[in-house]
């Protein structure tokens, strides 16, 4: 159920495909063992996770960069700091 828990939130498949990666032939025993195991359905798990990832409010557009050198540093208790690095670096305003 850790597995499934991570391709909830980490997927963007359908849960219907993770009940079936995670060898449920049966959906409604998916949900039912998941609930049981972490108090939440999947999909209540997948959206509380999708909307902690966008509360946070950036100084600037966020773009996806595969380089580390060009994120900015980060401030302790950052909620950026949640983010994965790729989503960290900051385009510069055009002026």
Known sequence: MTQ???LVKDNA???K???LDCGYSDVCNFYHDFKNVH???PGE???RHLAALVSF???GPIVETDNPTIAPPQKEGSDRALLPERFLAVQPPVL
């Open 17 to 19: 495909q993770i009940a």
């Open 57 to 59: 409010k950036p100084v």
């Open 39 to 41: 108090g939440t359905t």
């Open 45 to 47: 798990m997948r959206l």
């Open 4 to 6: 499934a828990a991570e």
């Open 13 to 15: 498949q359908p849960i």
